[in-house]
């Protein structure tokens, strides 16, 4: 900050320029990693986003301090440039106007960037759906499963019992078949 004052003040526009691009720049890329971690942050576990949300405000307020401050530095430096006379007048003019084309650049970029968030948000929140569905479909998958086991077990069991009603049936009429066999020899011996 004592640098940046101590540039403008010595009427060097483009190393206060210069200066200005760096931290905007660095700045904009400390938003890009609040936006990563929000994303990463809706993808953990219940008991880490309990942790990690603290650590997320905190980082996030730290950024806008440091916004505020450089926005108050550089209107500060700013006006300490423009006393240095016409020509530093004129070239902080032509570099404002570079800035700010840098600056609409950069916005263009980070629009797009929260588009590409809003997707990505889309596309997990789709696959968390598609997760729950396929988990859904496992568990119905394991109770047919378990059902089939049971019904085959079932019909097993069935087949064994049809099968000793049919051995029953069978020493039933062999018996009868004896026991006819039987009562007709006796007859037919008892008679004579």
Aim: glycine share 6%.
């Amino acid at each position: 900050n004592a640098e940046y004052m101590g540039e403008a003040a010595n009427g060097n526009v483009d190393t206060v320029v210069t200066q200005t691009v760096e931290i905007e720049g660095e700045l904009s890329e400390a938003e890009g990693f609040l936006r990563a971690m929000d994303v990463e942050f809706k993808t953990m576990a219940a008991n880490e986003k309990r942790n990690s949300q603290q650590k997320v405000n905190d980082y996030r307020a730290e950024l806008k301090t440091l916004q505020s401050n450089f926005q108050n530095a550089k209107y500060k430096a700013e006006s300490l440039a423009l006393k240095g006379g016409a020509s530093a007048r004129s070239k902080l003019l032509n570099a404002n106007q570079k800035l700010d084309s840098a600056t609409a650049t950069l916005e263009q970029s980070r629009n797009i960037l929260y588009q590409t968030e809003a997707i990505g948000d889309t596309i997990i929140t789709d696959l968390e759906g598609q997760k729950e569905m396929l988990v859904d479909a496992r568990e119905k998958v394991k109770d047919t499963k378990r059902f089939t086991v049971d019904a085959k077990h079932i019909l097993r069991m069935m087949g064994n019992r049809a099968l000793m009603h049919k051995a029953c049936v069978m020493l039933t009429i062999v018996l009868l078949f004896g026991a006819i066999i039987g009562i007709g020899y006796y007859g037919i011996v008892a008679k004579k």
